[in-house]
């Protein structure tokens, strides 16, 4: 190591705590509730080659994400060398390293002693950055221009002054300027305690001090993960998992991977995967790679430090094209239906690797739904974008867990009494889904049924779901997960069952939105399941005495 080892430790943990600083600002200061309440946002700090250095614990779907966008901007976009102290650089470009056009990202050079020793950056997921529907989530998209404002990497502000006109053409472009303007506010706010933050520490230590601190953790993050991978047996391994549609076609979409483990490190190959579709249901390069480190890191060792070092030793290969690195310009907007999908298929190659860690198959899909509300009634026009989860995927010894952010968003969940409040809608029913769950030795978890009452005069309604025909899947003799379902007005007299990804779909005063979300696969032979488990399923509601008897040959007397 190029430092002692008290000092790196102190400073590596100071910059992750610098990190979370941000993260807490966004938190404090943001005005949406995709940003406030369901946590859609992450903040890092970066050495200044573009790679990262920290990152707070929030969502999965975006490790490593920033790197790619900063580094392309870097590389010749806006080298480092027109970067002043006080710019803020703001992108959002899928196809300059970025994943969809709601997520908008910003980076911040910290100068010390003249030049740049880091750099800070934040990403959120915005309410609306235009496009076809509110929200901007449109599932009939065929091209990304249809998606939103495009934003290629630019100066948000210059040498500490806002750039007013480019504000001006962002807030022409987007449905709810107010709301998205605030989290562009905090966004910044966040950067520049991420900047004092690091100072601090330069100050401190000195500037060599604290780049040599850069370089040792990349090499002990690296360090580790490749032990860590010479645990596990070398070979190719292979998993593949697929997609209902692409929500214009009813064509379903096959991930494959195949997964080679070779002196100290991992390989994922996705050659065979199926070509981009003319439709929102692909992932650019960078949303493959954030998926594919979730689902390995997750397995292997979630306690080594999130940096550079940390990526080095896994590679990709996605040929360019498919739905795992769609080129432009096709629209990219429910990418996380691939990217879910993608941890789907590694984990179904890794369980023949490392079967006590891997779970069955869960709910595998964002269940994005976006309600509008047009203007014509008393309102004023507003929209409400959530995500809703469904059943996690049973363990070799434990059950799957019951509604639960998995996979690569780990969300919050919008309180209800917030979302009443802010907006004309009611929530009329909201309760685990009993029999949802995989029948195995241990069980799924539940899914959940969700229903939503409209009480603006009219409206629209987007929804981004997916295994509503392929089944979560069960492993070593689990049974599949439930699929999910979608109804307007399902206890009225004409009830109306609705595409996983529904488009423009209208909707009036009093109409119901219901959600019924996937469950998880079980794992091992139903026939091998605890009796007092069965039985305790039972009383708590979870599982009826009609599929007890049908799954597991378990009869209760009612």
């Known amino acids: 190591m190029r430092v002692d080892p008290i000092t790196f430790e102190v400073v590596s943990n100071a910059l992750v705590g610098v990190a979370e600083q941000m993260a807490a600002t966004i938190l404090r200061t943001s005005y949406s509730t995709v940003v406030r309440e369901m946590l859609d946002y992450s903040t890092a700090v970066f050495d200044p080659n573009g790679h990262i250095i920290a990152q707070s614990c929030r969502i999965p779907i975006h490790l490593n994400s920033m790197s790619r966008s900063l580094r392309t901007t870097l590389d010749g976009i806006i080298p480092i060398e027109e970067w002043d102290e006080g710019d803020i650089i703001i992108t959002n470009d899928p196809y300059l390293g970025g994943q969809h056009l709601p997520d908008v990202q910003t980076f911040m050079p910290v100068y010390a002693d003249g030049k740049i020793v880091a750099i800070c950056g934040t990403l959120d997921h915005h309410l609306d950055v235009g496009g076809m529907r509110p929200g901007s989530y449109a599932g009939d998209a065929v091209e990304i221009f249809q998606e939103g404002f495009r934003i290629p990497p630019i100066k948000l502000h210059e040498k500490g002054e806002p750039n007013e006109r480019f504000l001006a053409v962002f807030d022409a472009n987007v449905r709810q300027p107010d709301q998205t303007g605030g989290d562009l506010r905090a966004q910044a706010a966040a950067l520049s305690i991420g900047r004092d933050g690091v100072l601090e520490l330069v100050e401190r230590y000195g500037v060599e001090t604290f780049e040599n601190c850069l370089l040792d953790a990349i090499d002990t993050s690296e360090t580790r993960m490749r032990a860590k991978i010479r645990e596990l047996p070398e070979g190719d391994y292979y998993g593949e998992y697929q997609v209902d549609d692409d929500g214009v076609t009813d064509e379903r979409i096959t991930v494959k991977v195949k997964l080679t483990i070779k002196d100290g490190g991992i390989h994922l190959d996705f050659t065979g995967t199926d070509k981009q579709r003319r439709a929102p249901t692909n992932a650019t390069i960078s949303s493959c790679e954030s998926a594919s480190y979730f689902a390995i890191l997750s397995i292997l060792d979630p306690t080594i430090p999130s940096n550079f070092g940390l990526y080095k030793p896994i590679t990709i290969t996605a040929p360019e094209g498919t739905v795992v690195n769609a080129q432009s310009p096709a629209p990219v907007v429910g990418r996380n239906t691939i990217t879910h999908t993608i941890v789907g298929a590694i984990m179904k190659a890794l369980a023949d690797v490392v079967p006590d860690r891997v779970t069955a198959g869960y709910y595998a899909n964002s269940n994005v739904h976006i309600l509008a509300g047009d203007g014509t009634g008393e309102h004023a026009p507003w929209i409400l974008f959530d995500i809703e989860v469904g059943g996690g995927g049973a363990r070799r010894t434990k059950d799957g867990v019951d509604c639960w952010s998995q996979g690569v968003h780990n969300l919050a969940n919008t309180p209800i009494e917030m979302i009443e409040v802010m907006y004309p809608l009611q929530f009329t029913c909201y309760e685990f889904l009993p029999d949802t769950g995989g029948a195995g030795r241990t069980r799924g978890g539940l899914g959940v049924r969700r229903d939503i009452k409209f009480l603006d005069k009219s409206g629209t309604l987007e929804t981004q779901f997916d295994k509503f025909k392929v089944e979560p899947f069960g492993l070593e003799g689990g049974k599949p997960g439930a699929v999910g379902k979608l109804f307007l007005n399902p206890d009225s007299n004409a009830p109306k069952s609705l595409r ?59």
């Open 500 to 558: 996983s990804k529904t488009n423009n779909q209208r909707l009036e005063r009093n109409d119901i939105f219901s959600m019924f979300t996937q469950g998880g696969g079980g794992y091992g032979p139903a026939a091998e399941r605890n009796k007092d488990d069965i039985l305790r399923d039972i009383v708590e509601g979870k599982l009826t005495p009609e599929r007890a008897k049908a799954d597991y040959g378990v009869e209760v007397s009612v």
